[in-house]
């Protein structure tokens, strides 16, 4: 099957591309890029007024697949992906069984290739069962397709096993991602420490909790050599040990939500709206908007969404006893294009830098761009066309999404993944 | 008529709505304090659940003989004895409640934001009897009531609130309730007990309780929950009791008019010395006596008066 994008407006930095140009998929590849292209035998694609950027790639979601298909699986994770523009997905390992072995890693590959939408790519346990006790297989993970290593959801308690497992991990061309959380900082909060925990009552997460643990996994780092990538930063101060340690040139990147930059913990109201909950907690203003900075000036790599789906009733509650974590594969691309791109805050390439080119650098994945012989995943966007984010909106199995109600100006209207058009004027296909 | 259709907090009343719930309460004092036929007809024919999903004794009885002087119907659901222990949610608890038609919920859990989830799920008036470590209104309205019964006023008071604020849904109630009213707040208590931001009271905060002991019109003594804290967050009971506890070398310091309170149960011997509990200063009391009138008044306001237009 043959496509020819007309006119649309490519963007890949990769390349120094920034203009309005043809191109041709053939197959899985890109066959042609040029201002003006015949191909009687494609079907064409009018991209007039959209554009073309390298398929996004979302590495950190939960596709509660297998142990809670009730909340997500694999096939309706990747409808959500499509939908929201993503031509790869890293999967995290909390799973249950915990995808700590080989044939857990491959019955996620296995499984995204029957949902046939777009990559997926499953991240392992460091350790079994992510209890922070022992060493997975990572070397087996590795070779059946892990794309990198984490115990996301929890931090690993101990110094002396994350020495362990990055020095482990680090023989092999993967990195660490790291969840951090000292959870004897932690303990029971459910909310930012401070204002938001006074305000409304609960016990409080503290900002140190996080900070902590990342500055222990940067000396580890130091110690191991292992890479390492820090998960859903969201404090200033953690931004800057981040931002230290890349001064000194040691392998330290990290990514940032939608929600962790787009709200912060005076949205949550005596309201109690348990979309709101997440781990990490929303934090303060002043640090949602350093964390805005650190996208455009660099200092973050990549924007993940930390998708997490749950059950109606398991937000439906008290918010002390709701589970953690947003939905958001459906509205990153448009929250991003809305409040950032839009304004002019952020460019179109950081945009594809950090939603596309960073997380696939990240995962040691092959790049993709917009050249000729490159594989065909590639992402279209419609800037115009506005979205209102509905329960209805959602491909995802569950809806428990923190940005229900918004207008959002910026969509994604096609996928191509290996050459196949998986999401086709908005629809999946 | 209160400005808020539900007592959830005590920030959202002004000091009008206090004010209209400590007048209300003092018009109840001669039903419940002098009469023999201890019973009005105010709210005859309204029906009032009292779901206590935590356990309490003072507060539940208090509201259901406040319910019993107003001739409301009502029924008392217990956590231990409800469908919500045997894994209903919230949310099916309240709409099977409400599907038997009630008007009014007293909601007391261990779950902050409990009494604000009940009102997604009903059309019913809700009445908070203490959520978590959030809130604990009516609380606050009695400690006000047995207050300004004694100095006649609020404003001007200088109030100092000691022991664990920070797990502590009365303070956080009763802290907003005096400022509203012009009280001055203090909070006392050791590092380990204060709240993760005093600003947010906009009260100052103090490390001892022998620095602010004989400047202070009332001592109001929190209960500490020993079994909690105990090793974790203060080292013993006798230090606290050294330190933090109301003994009488620190009443023969208090102003000559200042009282003590205590929301209750009280630890005798840990923050607040048995003579002291029953000393001439104590209105622990009274707070209790006027817990009944205050909520009856509560309930009234929210659900009777010109609501459904029978007068007291």
């Known amino acids: ?131 922070g006790e022992a060493l997975a297989e990572i070397g087996d993970m590795v070779l059946e397709g892990a794309c990198a290593f984490s115990d996301d959801g929890h931090g690993v308690q101990s110094a002396g096993m994350m020495r362990t497992a990055m020095g482990y991990v680090s023989q092999f061309d993967r990195v660490a991602i790291a969840h951090c959380e000292v959870e004897s900082l932690t303990t029971h909060g459910v909310i930012n420490e401070g204002r938001a925990s006074t305000r409304l009552g609960m016990f409080g997460w503290p900002a140190l909790g996080e900070e902590l643990e990342i500055y222990r996994d940067i000396e580890l780092c130091r110690l191991t050599g292992c890479p390492l990538h820090i998960a859903h930063i969201s404090t200033k101060k953690g931004l800057d040990l981040v931002k230290a340690a890349k001064a000194e040139g040691l392998p330290v990147t990290c990514e940032v939500t939608p929600h962790h930059i787009f709200l912060n913990e005076d949205d949550v109201t005596a309201e109690y709206n348990t979309n709101l909950k997440m781990n990490p907690p929303l934090r303060l203003k002043s640090d949602m908007e350093a964390l805005r900075e650190g996208i455009v000036d660099g200092s973050i790599d990549c924007i993940v969404t930390d998708h997490a789906p749950h059950a109606k009733h398991e937000k439906d509650c008290e918010w002390e006893i709701a589970f953690f974590g947003t939905i958001g594969l459906e509205t990153s691309l448009p929250l991003m294009l809305n409040n950032m791109v839009r304004s002019g805050e952020m460019s179109w390439a950081r945009l594809v830098e950090v939603m596309a080119i960073n997380p696939r650098s990240v995962l040691r994945l092959k790049p993709v761009k917009i050249e000729k012989g490159s594989k065909a995943d590639l992402t279209l966007i419609d800037p115009e066309k506005e979205i209102t984010v509905s329960e209805d909106y959602f491909e995802s199995k569950s809806k428990n999404s923190a940005f229900l109600g918004m207008n959002l100006v910026g969509v994604a209207t096609d996928v191509f993944v290996d050459g196949k058009r998986t999401l086709v004027d908005g629809q999946v296909a | 008529m209160l400005s808020v259709k539900h007592l959830i907090d005590t920030y959202s009343l002004t000091a009008d709505d206090i004010t209209q719930i400590l007048d209300t309460a003092a018009a109840f004092e001669s039903v419940n304090n002098a009469r023999v036929i201890k019973k009005v007809p105010a709210l005859r024919g309204r029906t009032i659940v009292n779901l206590f999903l935590e356990p309490s004794t003072r507060t539940k009885s208090s509201f259901e003989l406040a319910e019993k002087r107003l001739s409301a119907d009502s029924i008392s659901m217990g956590g231990s004895t409800s469908s919500v222990v045997k894994g209903e949610s919230l949310a099916d608890t309240i709409q099977t409640i409400d599907a038997m038609n009630v008007d009014m919920f007293i909601c007391r859990a261990r779950l902050a934001g409990t009494p604000q989830k009940i009102t997604e799920n009903t059309d019913a008036i809700v009445i908070n009897a203490g959520d978590g470590k959030h809130q604990h209104p009516t609380q606050a309205m009695l400690d006000l009531y047995t207050i300004r019964k004694h100095f006649g006023h609020l404003a001007g008071l200088k109030v100092a609130i000691v022991g664990d604020l920070a797990h502590s849904r009365v303070c956080g109630s009763l802290a907003p309730a005096l400022k509203t009213m012009g009280a001055e707040v203090v909070l006392v208590g050791p590092p380990t007990f204060q709240v993760d931001d005093p600003e947010w009271f906009g009260c100052p905060q103090t490390w001892s309780l022998d620095e602010v002991i004989d400047d202070v019109d009332v001592v109001y003594m929190l209960r500490v929950q020993l079994e909690r804290m105990e090793g974790a967050t203060i080292p013993s009971r006798r230090e606290y009791n050294r330190l933090y506890g109301l003994d009488m070398n620190r009443v023969h310091r208090m102003k000559e008019n200042a009282i003590i309170c205590h929301p209750g149960p009280m630890n005798r011997g840990m923050e607040i010395n048995a003579d002291v509990a029953d000393c001439g200063r104590s209105r622990i009391l009274n707070q209790v006596n006027a817990g009944v009138l205050t909520r009856m008044a509560e309930m009234y306001l929210l659900l009777g008066g010109e609501n459904n237009g029978i007068s007291a």
């Open chain 1, 1 to 131: 099957m043959a496509f020819l994008l007309k006119g649309a407006h490519a963007v890949d930095p990769q390349v120094g591309l920034d203009k309005v140009v043809d191109v041709l998929i053939d197959g899985e590849d890109i066959v042609e890029v040029a201002e003006s292209i015949d191909a009687p035998e494609a079907e064409v694609v009018d991209a007039r007024g959209k554009y073309l950027v390298p398929g996004l790639v979302d590495m950190h979601v939960h596709f509660r697949d297998p142990g809670f298909e009730y909340k997500e699986d694999i096939a309706s994770g990747c409808r959500a992906a499509t939908h929201g523009g993503f031509t790869d997905v890293a999967t995290m390992p909390n799973t249950d069984p915990v995808t700590d072995t080989g044939t857990g890693v491959r019955y996620q590959i296995d499984r995204g290739r029957a949902a046939d939408l777009c990559h997926v790519r499953p991240i392992g346990a460091l350790t079994r069962g992510e209890k």
